[in-house]
C-alpha cells in the first residue's frame, strides 16, 4: 500500500558550499534524498555531515549551491527561501545531535511545543497528553508524559526528541547520531520506527558512527571526508571495511593495542567495600589495581554510573551504609568531585553537557579548567597552557579547522574529544570514565585506545563504563557486571566474551551462587 506519490519525494542539493566565517567547511557537495530510501551519511569527526543536515533542514544557510525538491507531484524545482520555520512546512525535521531541550516542560508539552492542538479557545491538554502516550507507546518507552524533562537522563531525551519528530508528521526525517545516546534495545526500537517510516514513504536521513548499525538500515551511503564527498553508494555493495576505507582514506591498523598484563601484586589503588546504593538491599565491593583496566558491563538502568557517583561523593550512599571506599589504603569520605579529584581521581561524566564544556568559550580556557593547578596559581601561564592544548590536539586528534572557535562549534565528537583530553590534562592516577568514546569515529577510537594504552603502561588505572561490548572486551583486564544495582559477576581471561557478559547483564547468571537461574525456572518458558 505505498503511496507512490510520497515514493518519488526527492530532496537534493547540488554543489553546496559553506564556510563559517573565512573557512569553508563543505566543499561542493551533491546529494539526492528520496521518498522510502533510508539514506545514511558517513564521516570521521568534523568531516561535516551535522553541517550539511543542518542547511536541509534549514537551520543553517549554505554559502553556495542549490537545494532541489520535489513532493513527488511534478519536477524538483530549485528552493529559492528556505530557512527552518519554511523546511518543518514542508515537512523536513531535523532530531539535533546535540539536542537542547527546555527542561522546565513537561514530556507532553515539549513533543507537542511549537505544534500545540488548539481547543476551541484553550490548548487542548488532555488530547496532546493522550498523543503523546501514543507516540511514546509505539517506542515501547514508559517515560511519563508529565514528566518534566529536566529530570530525565540523556537516553530518555532523545527517545521524547524522537516522539516529537512523531507528531510533526515529517517527510523527510533526519537523524543526527540519534542511537549514541541510546541502549541498543532502544536502538532496535527506533529501527522500527524507521523501517515503517520508509515504508509509508518517508525520506530518512541517517548519522552514525556504529557500522553495524549502518549495515543493518541503510539504503544508500553517502561518505563524507574532510568536508569533501568521497561518493554515493547502493548501501548493499559496501563492506564495513570498505565504510571505513573510504571515510578515513587509508586502511585502519588493528582497532585494539596490545593492553599490558598487570603482575598479580599490583598495587589495589581503590578499594571500594560494602557500599550500598540507594534504594538497594545488597552492597557492592570491588578493587582496581595500578595499570589495570576494569571494565562494568550492564544493563543501562543497571547501577554502573549509580555506583561511580555514590563513590565520588556525587550521590548518598544508603541509609545505613556501613561500606567504604579507600584510595592506596586511605580511607575517603568525598563529598565533592573537586575532593576526588585532589587525590588523583578523575571522572568523565556520560552526560557531556552536565560535563563542564562552556559552549560559548574557547577551546584552550575550556581545556585548561580543571588543571590550573598545575599552572601558577596566580599567574595562568597562557604560553604553557598552549602548548598542552597543541600537544591534546595532536593526541586525540582534535579536529577544527580554526583554532579560535568557541567550544560550541566544534564537531560532536570532537568536543567528546576534548572532554577527554580535559580531564586527563590533569594527570590524575585514577580515571573514571563513563561512556567515553560516545560519538567518536572508529579511526579516532582507535587512537584513543592506543592512548589508554600508554596511560596504562605509565602506571595510572582505569574504569571503563561503556555499553559498546566490543570495547570493553578489546580493554579490559577484568569486567565487573552489574545487574539491578549490583555487582553480579566479575569476569576475568577467557570468561570475557560478550554472550557471558549478557548472561550476566540479564541475569540469567550469578557468580556468587554459581547457579544458573535458567536452570531453575527457565523451563517454563522454554518453549520455542
Ligand atoms: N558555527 C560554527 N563556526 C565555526 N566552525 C564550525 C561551526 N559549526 C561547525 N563548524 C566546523 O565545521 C566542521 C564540520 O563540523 P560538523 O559538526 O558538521 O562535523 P560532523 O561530521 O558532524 O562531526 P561529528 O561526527 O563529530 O559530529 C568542523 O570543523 C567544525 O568545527
Ligand atoms: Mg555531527
Redo the contacts with the bound molecule.
Sequence with gaps: MLDTKKKSLTFSVRKLRKS?GP?E?LHGIDLTLRGSEVHAIL?E????????VKILSGFEQLTEGELHFSDGSGEPERITLWNNAIAEQAGVVLIH?EFNLAEQLTVAEIIFLGNEIKGRVFLDKKTMRAKAQEYLDILRSDIDPDASVGQLPVSAKQMVEIAKAQAKNARVLVLD?PTAVLTQQESQVLFELIDRLRQAGVAIVFIS?KLDEIKQIADVITV?RDGQLVGSYPAAELSKDDMVRLMVGRELSSLFPEIPKIPETAEVVLRVSNLLLQGNSTASSFELRKGEILGFSGLVGSGRTALMETVLGLRRAAKGNLGSVEIRGERVDFKQLSAARSKGVAYLTKDRKGNGLLLEKGLVFNFSLFSLHKISALLIDTKQEEIAFEKAVETFDI????RS?AAG??????QQKLLLAKILEAEPSIIIVDEPTR?I?IGTKSQIYHFIAQLLASGHSLILISSDITEVIGLSHRVAVMYHGEIIGVLVGDEIEEVEIMRYATGLKNKNSHQEKLDKSGTSNANP
Design positions: 563559517y573557512v567547511v564521516g569527526n568534523g568531516a561535516g555531515k551535522s553541517t550539511l545531535q547520531e558512527h563524507l579536529r577544527m579547522k580554526d572557535i562549534n566544534l564537531s560532536g565528537g570532537n560519538g569515529d
